[in-house]
């Protein structure tokens, strides 16, 4: 059996909002019409993996118990990291470590959490081996 994934489901006071969020820290598009949800994506219609913002009334209440990890390929980790800052994400676990491995855990504009780890680009031959989805 095979499956694809369509997208990522995040329940939202502001769908527009944190689309715009997700949109630049992805460098993806951001895709709305007069229905309350909104799609950030490479391209729509799209077979790719996408986000999907829905609104919902209740504001988030506990620890994500999934979440997404992502890496650049075109900047670095920490101008990553700088970005979500600059855009309203806030950090609350700093992994990083002095030669250069690590993650960093942030929560976008209305709390969910996401980590941003190294590029492939910035792995050392002798560095450790991630896995993740190409996002």
Request: hydrophobic content about 35%.
């Amino acid at each position: 059996m095979t499956i694809q994934i369509r997208h990522f489901t995040f329940d939202c006071a502001d769908p527009r909002k944190l689309g715009e969020f997700w949109s630049a820290v992805t460098g993806w598009h951001l895709f709305y019409d007069e229905d309350p949800e909104v799609i950030v994506a490479r391209s729509f219609p799209s077979k790719e993996l996408m986000f999907l913002f829905v609104p919902v009334p209740e504001a988030k209440s506990a620890k994500n118990r999934v979440h997404i990890d992502i890496k650049p390929e075109d900047t670095t980790r920490d101008e990553l990291v700088e970005r979500a800052l600059s855009l309203g994400a806030t950090i609350f676990g700093d992994h990083r470590k002095d030669d250069g491995t690590g993650f960093v855990a942030l929560r976008d504009p209305e709390g969910n959490e996401f980590c941003i780890e190294r590029g492939e680009h910035e792995m050392t031959s002798s560095g450790p081996m991630t896995i993740g989805l190409k996002i």
